[in-house]
């Protein structure tokens, strides 16, 4: 259901990896709350289809839908690409620096590749994203914006048969029964953007 009564309607986002999965469905609740959105990902083909999507569901709205193709791992064309995409949305208040892939493979078998490809766009990618983002909120002035950043549980507990997390996940003690979601002290950089840390823990549930 469409509503734009809240603090969100009215600001611009952009979202990477917005094709499919999560991408996709923050697309579609942003909408809901009245944002503009701008899409990227590189199946420009899935992007038409939801911005179509997104235009039905917010017919009427004066809600802006714009999207581009963008491969993340061309860190070279990230910010143009995403400079552009504000500017059709006319500024930029938050990125969703969504785009991940997930390749499996156990550790000695190698294929030391796969994990290239994952630190590529899941690592890169995401840090050329937010340079973008906040060259963009500079050029717009003292307001800033917010950059949030998706990642998997991964980060913190390695997987079986993923051996990039194996390699890089800090080491976590298992989550008590329910713990409250948790915040890092956050920081003011110079460019007016909001920084900070935030994650949950997991909870179990009973069935």
């Known amino acids: 259901m469409f509503s734009p009564k809240n603090k969100l309607a009215g600001q611009r986002v952009i979202i990477t990896g917005a094709s499919s999965g999560i991408g996709e469905a923050l697309a579609i609740e942003c909408v809901k709350r009245g944002m503009h959105v701008g899409l990227l990902a590189r199946r420009v083909d899935h992007l038409a289809r939801l911005a179509e999507r997104l235009r039905e569901l917010s017919s009427g709205s004066g809600v802006r839908i714009e999207f581009a193709s963008l491969d993340v791992c061309d860190t070279a064309q990230v910010t143009p690409i995403i400079t552009g995409l504000a500017d059709l949305l006319g500024g930029l208040d938050m990125l969703i620096a969504n785009a991940g892939i997930l390749r499996m493979r156990k550790v000695g078998d190698g294929r030391v590749e796969r994990d290239a490809q994952i630190?590529?766009?899941?690592?890169?990618?995401?840090?050329?994203?937010?340079?973008?983002?906040?060259?963009?909120?500079?050029?717009?002035?003292?307001?800033?914006?917010?950059?949030?950043?998706?990642?998997?549980?991964?980060?913190?507990?390695?997987?079986?048969?993923?051996?990039?997390?194996?390699?890089?996940?800090?080491?976590?003690?298992?989550?008590?029964?329910?713990?409250?979601?948790?915040?890092?002290?956050?920081?003011?950089?110079?460019?007016?953007?909001?920084?900070?840390?935030?994650?949950?823990?997991?909870?179990?549930?009973?069935?």
């Open 119 to 207: 630190f590529a766009t899941n690592v890169m990618g995401a840090i050329a994203s937010s340079e973008a983002a906040i060259t963009q909120f500079r050029l717009q002035g003292k307001n800033g914006g917010r950059i949030v950043a998706i990642s998997s549980y991964s980060a913190f507990l390695p997987l079986p048969s993923s051996a990039a997390s194996r390699h890089t996940a800090m080491p976590c003690s298992p989550a008590p029964t329910s713990t409250p979601p948790r915040t890092a002290p956050s920081c003011t950089p110079r460019c007016g953007a909001r920084a900070g840390i935030r994650w949950s823990s997991t909870s179990r549930t009973s069935t």
